[in-house]
Each structure stands twice: as C-alpha cells, then as structure tokens.
C-alpha cells in the first residue's frame, strides 16, 4: 500500500488523500474558544463531574484490525502531553505535519493523547484519549488501542 510514486490523476482520485487534504487546509494556529463553563449551567443534562474509565484486560479481548482493500494501514502517534495540553501554535505545526505524512505515504494517523481534547480535533484527525490513573494502567490502555488500530508504527 505504501508507495513513493503517484501521478496526480491517482492523487486526485484517492478520496483519502483528499480528506487529508482539506484537513491540511484547516490547519491554523487560531484556536476557538472553550465556552462549555458558560452551558454547562444551562444545561441539565451536562455532565457535572468527569466519568470513571473502564477497560477489560488486553487478554480478554483479541481484536485485531484486519485491512480491507480499501483500507489503509495507521500510525499512531503518542503525545507527551500528559502533564499539560500542547499549546494551539504546535498544535497546528504538528497538525500539518501529521497530514502531509498521512498523504505522503498513504496511511491513516491516529491521536494517542492523554488529554480530553487534545486540540487535533479541531482539524478533524481521530483521537484516542489514554486512560488510566497508573502508569500500568496507562500502559494497558495504549496497549488495547495499538490493538484495535493495529498500531505497528508509533512517533
């Protein structure tokens, strides 16, 4: 699936890369403002305290992402943002990047972030929060989801 030569008829004929495309055009470093303090009161069915995460064990399950013909293989990427968020400037420098590595070599990008909005969503990448108050289980987390997108390259 990974090649290094496309013409530009192939490029414009590939829907994925298209996606990428304009994800790259929405890239920017201005950032929309966070306005949910000022709903959540309004709103009765806003959720007043954070969840609780929950996964089963890695060997409880044995998914495994199996590549259909159309599909495309994913790299994951893991962000050192667990202490705190990436700041919108990186954000979109990463964001641009992540887009042109996805065109480039013909694969789906996915998020690992440790944060609940890690600022990628924005520009439409798919994100996975890991969860987990220990470090083993932080581990696991990353696990079951390298698992389930059948992750084999992680940045």
């Known amino acids: 699936m990974i090649t290094s030569h ?6 414009l004929a590939d829907k994925s890369a298209q996606a990428w495309s304009e994800r790259l055009m929405r890239t920017s470093t201005s950032c929309p403002a966070n306005i949910d303090i000022l709903l959540a009161p309004a709103n009765p069915l806003a ?9 089963p064990q ?3 399950q044995q998914l495994q992402r199996t590549l259909g013909p159309d599909a495309r293989p994913a790299i994951g990427v893991l962000l050192d943002d667990a202490e705190a968020r990436l700041d919108d ?5 990463m964001a641009t990047r992540y887009a042109s590595l996805a065109i480039e070599k013909e694969c789906e990008v996915i998020i690992l972030s440790h944060q609940s909005n890690a600022g990628f969503e924005r520009f439409g990448f798919r994100v996975e929060r890991i969860a987990g108050k220990t470090a083993a289980e932080q581990n696991d987390c990353i696990a079951q989801i390298r698992q389930f997108w059948g992750l084999e390259i992680m940045i």
């Open 89 to 93: 400037a990186s954000t979109s420098l």
């Open 58 to 60: 890695l060997d409880a």
């Open 6 to 11: 496309r013409t530009d008829e192939s490029f």
């Open 47 to 55: 959720a007043h305290k954070a969840g609780k995460a929950i996964f």
